[in-house]
T-cell receptor, first 117, second 112 residues
Framework: DSGVTQTPKHLITATGQRVTLRCSPRSGDLSVYWYQQSLDQGLQFLIQ???????AKGNILERFSAQQFPDLHSELNLSSLELGDSALYFC????????????????FGPGTRLTVL | DAKTTQPNSMESNEEEPVHLPCNHSTISGTDYIHWYRQLPSQGPEYVIH?????VNNRMASLAIAEDRKSSTLILHRATLRDAAVYYCILRDLMDSNYQLIWGAGTKLIIKP
């Protein structure tokens, strides 16, 4: 158990709909990262928050947005869903974000499996 | 972009050492090299990371080439539980963004 929790575990929805994925980081971790993993693919970095502020942005679609709340939990909002958005969505957390080029260890949650029909 | 290149898959026998290579020829001087692995149906888990010197921990060893253009993750005695996809990743700076670039990973198959 990494200490990172994600809800829900599974989500089945229809095209055009909007969903919210939730992540609670490990106690004391200030950074939260979101990743997308399509079937048999590697992880695609979406976005990182540090202590409530956006820190890094990857190939996140405009239909997707995220935020980190004062209690440090994070939500990933996916809207106007398409079939291709079906994937595993992972959240990870780390203690801090030290310096420009160094990350400390990331702890991953179990993921949310999103199926868009 | 600082990117990594890994073999798609490797096989090894149980209880033998495994050497997983990673090439990162465009690595910058302050990029850290991280290794994670993903067991089937699980989220990735941290294995090890380093900057210049070789590193050891309870899970594995990381050997970094002197020019830092490649590294090797060493599992000293592979078990069936080590069967996973192993990812070599770098922290990359692009303009004002900080991309986390994950390689395609190496699928490690352990034969009993």
């Amino acid at each position: 158990d990494s200490g990172v929790t994600q809800t829900p575990k599974h989500l089945i929805t229809a095209t055009g709909q909007r969903v919210t994925l939730r992540c609670s980081p490990r106690s004391g971790d200030l950074s939260v990262y979101w990743y997308q993993q399509s079937l048999d693919q590697g992880l695609q970095f979406l976005i990182q928050y540090y202590n409530g502020e956006e820190r890094a942005k990857g190939n996140i679609l405009e239909r997707f947005s995220a935020q980190q709340f004062p209690d440090l939990h994070s939500e990933l909002n996916l809207s106007s869903l398409e079939l291709g958005d079906s994937a595993l969505y992972f959240c990870a957390s780390s203690q801090r974000d030290r310096g420009l080029r160094h990350d400390n260890e990331q702890f991953f949650g179990p993921g949310t499996r999103l199926t868009v029909l | 972009d600082a990117k990594t290149t890994q073999p798609n898959s490797m096989e090894s026998n149980e209880e033998e050492p495994v050497h997983l290579p990673c090439n990162h020829s465009t690595i910058s001087g302050t990029d850290y090299i991280h290794w994670y692995r993903q067991l089937p149906s699980q989220g990735p888990e941290y294995v090890i990371h380093g900057l210049t010197s070789n590193v050891n921990n309870r899970m594995a060893s990381l050997a970094i080439a002197e020019d830092r253009k490649s590294s090797t993750l060493i599992l000293h005695r592979a078990t069936l539980r080590d069967a996973a996809v192993y990812y070599c990743i770098l922290r990359d700076l692009m303009d004002s963004n900080y991309q986390l670039i994950w390689g395609a990973g190496t699928k490690l198959i352990i034969k009993p």
